[in-house]
């Protein structure tokens, strides 16, 4: 095992420069990623087929989150927290971990940029792998990324879950920070109101600039769940960012807390996280005419209920995890005594309807 004292002989290319983007699924890591990718003299990870193009599904050196618990329980297993003294920091790992990174990087360029929201709890592993690296760390408000996250159907889990594991995933990187040497940080909300200024604070940190836009542009797609099609980006020109995506995320919350059947148990967490979040700026109540009121209403379910809303939240969603599995282990099993010809025959017919959407998108968004 290898110590801060005793790192791994790694031979890098000082020439190369290696940005890491990190921050928890549904940060907004993945459109920022690609916006830095964009940036003179950069290269990130495209038409690779990976989902959102991550790094962590493109080599086989380390578990990938879902392998972890998925978005919104990774950081619970010890084993995605990463240091330069992680039983896999060896030198073959290293140079394989190179290797395959550089075979979808474009080998012109200097400055090499990969995305994955687990990045965040290994800041201290990849420093150590890549020397030469610099960390860009996005932070946004707990109540989007967890409602976000919570409604994907490969990551059931509990409210009060997802808000601690946001504070426990946020807690971990702060300790590391202290022995990284180049780290950059901004809270998403920020940098949706405004981007080009931290475009330019990002290229100053790293060493380059930001290119002029493109007077026409082509287009990819980035595989995304819950979109066969993927999702549609320009190949030069900077993202556009909205601050709806927020928006309908507080909309929702604050329904659960007014209207939901729930809404005891929503409002005896928010009771229970708010001073914990606003050490890091955040408030549950965010833009809530009432919410003074309402986190002195959830004050009446501290004591023994609180808690038992939580343990009932918590067997409700281990038990639909549980049937979500039993079910996809079902289907594999079906799959296991299908001809391979019919098995084939239904990856064709998928394949098609992918490509059929994909079409029907791109004719719809050019009307």
Request: glycine share 6%; with cysteine; proline share 5%.
């Amino acid at each position: 095992m290898l110590t801060t004292n005793q790192p791994a002989r790694i031979s890098t290319n000082p020439d190369y420069k290696y940005v890491f983007v990190c921050g928890l699924a549904r940060s907004g890591t993945s459109m920022l990623g690609r916006n830095i990718a964009r940036l003179e003299d950069c290269t990130g990870f495209k038409n690779t087929g990976a989902l959102q193009d991550e790094g962590q599904f493109l080599q086989d050196i380390y578990p990938v989150a879902a392998d972890l618990g998925g978005a919104g329980r990774f950081g619970f297993d010890p084993r995605a927290h990463r240091t330069e003294n992680s039983p896999l920091m060896t030198p073959e790992n290293v140079a394989r971990l190179h290797a395959s990174w550089h075979a979808y990087w474009d080998k012109s360029k200097r400055i090499c940029v990969e995305k994955t929201p687990g990045n965040l709890l290994m800041t201290r592993f990849l420093q150590a792998a890549f020397p030469n690296s610099y960390f860009i760390v996005v932070k946004r408000h707990p109540v989007p990324v967890s409602v976000s996250s919570q409604r994907w159907k490969i990551n059931i889990t509990s409210m009060h879950s997802m808000f601690e594991h946001w504070l426990h995933c946020h807690e971990l990187f702060e300790q590391d920070k202290k022995y990284l040497k180049r780290v950059y940080e901004l809270s998403y909300e920020d940098y949706i109101a405004d981007p080009a200024r931290y475009h330019a604070e990002i290229a100053a940190f790293i060493g380059t600039r930001v290119p002029e836009p493109p007077k026409e542009d082509k287009f990819y797609y980035v595989s995304q769940w819950r979109t066969p099609a993927g999702v549609r980006v320009p190949e030069h020109s900077m993202e556009e960012v909205s601050v709806a995506h927020n928006r309908k995320y507080f909309d929702r919350w604050s329904k659960l807390l007014k209207n939901s059947f729930f809404k005891s148990y929503y409002l005896y967490i928010t009771r229970k996280y708010e001073p914990r979040f606003a050490k890091w700026g955040y408030s549950l109540t965010n833009g809530m005419a009432n919410g003074g009121e309402l986190l002195r209403r959830g004050s009446k379910t501290y004591g023994i209920i609180g808690p038992l809303y939580c343990f009932g939240a918590d067997v409700f969603f281990f038990c639909w995890r549980l049937g979500l599995r039993l079910k996809a282990r079902a289907k594999q099993g079906i799959k296991a005594l299908l001809p391979q010809f019919v098995l084939m025959r239904i990856r064709q017919a998928r394949e098609e309807a992918s490509h059929d959407q994909k079409q029907a998108g791109a004719r719809s968004r050019h009307a």
